[in-house]
Nanobody, 125 residues
């Protein structure tokens, strides 16, 4: 079965950095658009960033542009999220997701076929 397993979350001070990883198995990774979403307590799940199948195109939420960088390694079936200059408002559970059907990078959670279990990111002020 398909599994997406996130890792790399944790507690960091404001201004610090974290690198999240999402290892995929059970699917043809290169055939899927990959994305990161996040969900803070009491809030809806929101799109953070996505990357095209080849890795050549990306789409960032305005709130993370210039601070976060997504990348993927199709040989390792893994997508990464480098998060720099973290802010307390970045605190959330971060999920990776895979979309096999869209032509572009969707920002809508419902378009994604598979989800990881999430990893907690906490940024202290």
């Amino acid at each position: 079965q398909v599994q997406l397993v996130e890792s790399g979350g944790g507690l960091v001070q404001a201004g610090g950095s974290l690198r999240l990883s999402c290892a995929a198995s059970g699917l043809t990774f290169r055939s899927y658009v990959m994305a990161w979403f996040r969900q803070a307590p009491g809030k809806e799940r929101e799109f953070v960033v996505g990357v095209s199948r080849s890795g050549g195109m990306t789409n960032y939420a305005d709130s993370v542009k210039g601070r976060f960088t997504i990348s993927r390694d199709n040989a390792k079936n893994t997508v990464y999220l480098q998060m720099n200059s973290l802010k307390p408002e970045d605190t959330a559970v971060y999920f990776c997701a895979a979309d096999g059907g869209s032509a572009g990078i969707s920002i809508t959670p419902g378009m994604y076929d598979y989800w990881g279990q999430g990893t907690q990111v906490t940024v202290s002020s």
